[in-house]
């Protein structure tokens, strides 16, 4: 299974570089210095392909209301059915601890981690918030609007009961 290392810390930097306004106008120019290009555009995202050397080099960005969301960028093989999570599951968490390595070199120390099975690091950098994502069968760079983000981590409201 291939982690491609260079290619995440690339555009880590590039991402944590880009002077992000987060609306869907962003797209092109940032798919552009990545060297990436736009296969399909719609409402609610767009697929994109990307120069990761992985066996799907492929993102999706999700967004509404012409504003993106968040980028999602496979940056490791994508494990197939047929092989044993005993055999995935080694070869997955070494990637993920040589991205964290490689990651935490660029942008220092993460900002959050949370543990595993779904092991995930989070970088709130003032222009995009950066996270990688150990999947079940691949591993997953995020690109975060920062407002998006904050949006999310808000406490879900707590109702009281109307007895």
């Not at 050397?53 to 509404?64: K, L």
């Not at 994502?133 to 981590?153: C, E, F, M, N, T």
């Amino acid at each position: 299974m291939h982690v491609d290392i260079e290619g995440a810390t690339r555009i880590a930097r590039l991402a944590a570089e880009f002077d992000w306004t987060w609306a869907v106008d962003d797209l092109e120019p940032f798919c552009a210095q990545a060297g990436w290009e736009v296969v399909e555009l719609d409402q609610t995202g767009a697929s994109i392909r990307t120069s990761f050397h992985v066996s799907r080099p492929e993102s999706i960005m999700f967004g509404r209301n012409r504003s993106m969301r968040y980028i999602s960028i496979f940056v490791s093989d994508v494990a197939d059915d047929a092989t044993p999570m005993t055999v995935v599951r080694p070869l997955l968490d070494e990637g993920f601890t040589n991205l964290d390595v490689a990651l935490t070199a660029l942008l220092g120390t993460a900002t959050s981690a949370e543990p595993e099975p779904k092991a995930a690091l989070r970088w709130d950098l003032p222009k995009a918030v950066i996270s990688l994502h150990l999947g079940v069968s691949a591993i997953h760079l995020h690109l975060k609007s920062p407002g998006y983000q904050a949006w999310a981590d808000e406490p879900e409201p707590e109702y009281e009961d109307e007895d």
